[in-house]
């Protein structure tokens, strides 16, 4: 039996989602890759939260949730072919139609999967943002040491000019089997980023006067609606809105309902002060508010966060919700967030991620997690429906 015919079955014996099993650490919790915790909570509408566009505003996706590619390209375990497309599908049925990649999500796999299932839809229905940052070279075997599980066979370098974003955007371009992008990211100026730690500021320079304009152009020249950052912190992106003209950026791990603070106060207003939006990349903090045993990408839980997100699933069960369906509400719920985009390995995650964002959520729920300091007093939530 498939794994993704194990998933529908448990869907199907459980109404909706299937259980979430316990974990004892990394290695378990990969076995466990495309379990999904069940869906609560009353489902008071049929159709995902649009972007209604504004005169004057500045480009955004047309679905405020879409998928992220991660698990796609093999991201924390291996993943088949067959449930990408059936996480696509999935994705595409429920009526999500903004899809997030990146050559880096399994050197090309990622690229790759996106591609074969969107191909063949029509193009001016869904919006496709990729990322450049890094080319991708062919190799007898992949660099060791990544986060990604049976990826493709090549390695990669980090190339910023505006020669290496157009190269990457063509190779992207092919691995896809599409003809244009909508949005572009610069990937990974980070200090985040192990490979370039305190060298990230050289990249960045490097950026500055090769991406960031070649981008900018790309979009005046109609060859792209939008651009902008996809990072794990935001340091480079206060610097770009200070020099360049950005439309939309990837905040990936920095904006969640169990971590916020620094995006609320700093980064979102000087967004939202020049008109740009952000989309929340790892609304669930890499599947930790779900109930993976892993928070973002470095796999090491902060001190406090265990108990925090307990604390947070006692309050949501009193409330008949899930934690999974409040933290995807709460990221989409600030105005300056164009979208979030989850990551889902199979049709059952996919349509559990749409299913927590037609479920009304109430507002002792909220009440409470304010009140007992579990999320800012400031922070924007969910008008319940």
Do not use: C
């Not at 029509?122 to 062919?138: H, N, Q």
């Not at 572009?184 to 305190?198: F, R």
């Not at 991406?211 to 900018?216: H, R, V």
């Not at 929340?280 to 090491?300: E, F, I, K, W």
Request: glycine share 10%.
């Amino acid at each position: 039996m498939t794994a993704t015919r194990r998933n529908l079955l448990a869907l199907s014996a459980l109404g909706g989602a299937a259980v979430l099993l316990p974990r004892s650490g990394q290695g378990q919790d990969a076995q466990h890759a495309g379990d999904v915790t069940p869906t609560m909570g009353n489902v008071v509408r049929n159709t995902l939260p649009l972007n209604v566009p504004q005169a004057g505003q500045r480009f955004r996706p047309p679905t405020r949730l879409g998928l992220g590619g991660v698990p796609i390209g093999n991201g924390f375990a291996a993943g088949t072919d067959e449930d990408a497309e059936a996480a696509l599908e999935a994705a595409w049925n429920s009526g999500v139609r903004y899809f997030d990649t990146s050559p880096w999500y399994g050197l090309g796999l990622s690229e790759r999967r996106v591609g074969h299932f969107l191909h063949t839809r029509p193009r001016d229905e869904f919006v496709l943002s990729t990322k450049v940052g890094r080319l991708l070279t062919a190799a007898p075997q992949p660099p060791a040491g990544t986060m990604w599980h049976d990826p493709s066979p090549f390695n990669y370098r980090y190339d910023y000019t505006a020669d290496g974003v157009r190269r990457s955007i063509e190779d992207s371009l092919q691995r896809l089997g599409i003809s244009r992008l909508d949005i572009v990211y610069i990937h990974d100026l980070s200090p985040e980023n192990k490979d370039m730690g305190p060298r990230w500021t050289t990249y960045f320079d490097q950026a500055a006067k090769g991406a960031i304009p070649a981008l900018t152009r790309m979009r005046e020249e109609g060859l792209i609606k939008g651009w902008g950052l996809g990072v794990n912190t935001p340091q480079a992106v206060l610097r770009t809105i200070e020099m360049g003209d950005p439309d939309i950026v990837l905040l990936a791990t920095q904006y969640s309902i169990l971590r916020h603070n620094e995006a609320l106060t700093h980064t979102l207003p000087a967004l939202a002060s020049r008109g740009i939006s952000a989309v929340v990349g790892a609304p669930l903090n890499a599947g930790y508010a779900a109930g993976r045993n892993r928070y973002d990408y470095g796999g090491t839980i902060p001190s406090g966060m265990n108990r925090k997100r307990a604390a947070m699933d006692v309050i949501a069960k009193q409330n008949g919700i899930d934690l999974r369906t409040a933290a995807l509400q709460f990221a989409a719920a600030h105005p300056t967030i164009a979208a979030i985009v989850p990551g889902a390995r199979n049709a059952a995650q996919m349509q559990a991620n749409a299913k927590s964002m037609e479920v009304m959520i109430p507002a002792a729920f909220w009440d409470e997690l304010k009140q007992k300091k579990l999320i800012a007093e400031t922070a924007p939530v969910p008008v319940p429906l």
